[in-house]
């Protein structure tokens, strides 16, 4: 039986997802940078509260598909479109809404690069030898951890968590679920700031974003960074004091 090869074209064709992540991001970046913004958002205000109270569900399909194609894109406005949650649906609808529409673009930014680089760049890993082995095997062994890791920190542009994940070869099952479970947090402060937007657009304001990096919100971050982290230090020190005990010798019949 022969082995089947592929084409130029059959190449070219699995990359065409994130050929086309890349392309719509780059035209976003110019073309939606000044209509993704709080201005755009104070300037139609009065209609979504209309069209919400008109048309809730249908309001809900529209901002989650607008949601799930900005971080899939990653087009400028996903704090915009998080404080808008919080705007339109209070703060738990709209922290749930902001969850599932981030964790289902993240999956799609992961899913067009993994089929379009992913299979490479594993097998590139799979072959190479000394410190590159050392780090993937390190990141196969603390694999949620580290995933949870990159959610839990706000430095850490979501971007980059979306994509490094995809290129070194982690599950996509386990990358879902943290995705889900990790921006939590982020999304909560984020919606909060929403919930109180319209007195702050009567102020002549716009929403304070910096709230985020505030003690009293970084802080519990950072100790979720820490309990994230962890596991990793446990596993680390735990071959260099676990000893494994020596088996008695059999005896002979």
């Known amino acids: 039986m022969r082995h089947m090869t592929k084409t130029p074209k059959q190449g070219l064709a699995r990359h065409l997802p994130l050929i086309a992540v890349v392309a719509v991001a780059l035209i976003g970046a110019v073309t939606l940078k000044d209509h993704l913004s709080f201005d755009t958002l104070r300037d139609n205000r009065e209609a979504l509260m209309a069209f919400r109270d008109q048309n809730y569900l249908g309001l809900v399909a529209l901002f989650v598909g607008l949601y799930v194609l900005i971080v899939t894109f990653s087009l400028p406005g996903a704090a915009v479109a998080s404080v ?28 067009a690069a993994r089929l379009g680089l992913g299979e490479m760049l594993t097998a590139k890993l799979e072959a190479s030898e000394g410190r590159v082995q050392m780090l993937k095997n390190a990141l196969r062994q ?13 430095a ?19 990358f879902l679920w943290t995705t889900a479970i990790g921006i939590i947090p982020g999304a909560i402060v984020f919606t909060w ?38 596991p990793i230090i446990v596993k680390t020190l735990r071959p ?12 002979a019949r």
């Open 84 to 111: 808008t949650g919080g705007f339109l649906f209070g703060l738990g609808a709209g922290t749930a809404l902001n969850v599932i529409s981030a964790t289902i673009g993240a999956s799609g930014i992961f899913l």
């Open 240 to 251: 260099k004091s676990a000893k494994p005990t020596p088996k008695p010798p059999t005896k």
């Open 156 to 174: 850490v542009p979501f971007f980059v968590a979306n994509l490094l994940p995809a290129l070194v070869g982690v599950r996509f099952g386990n």
């Open 142 to 154: 603390n694999e949620v951890e580290v995933l949870l890791l990159l959610r839990l920190v706000p």
């Open 193 to 230: 700031i929403g919930v109180g937007v319209g007195e702050v657009f009567d102020r002549g304001e716009d929403p304070d974003l910096s709230l985020l990096w505030e003690p009293h919100v970084i802080g519990p971050l950072l100790g979720l960074c820490v309990l994230a982290v962890m």
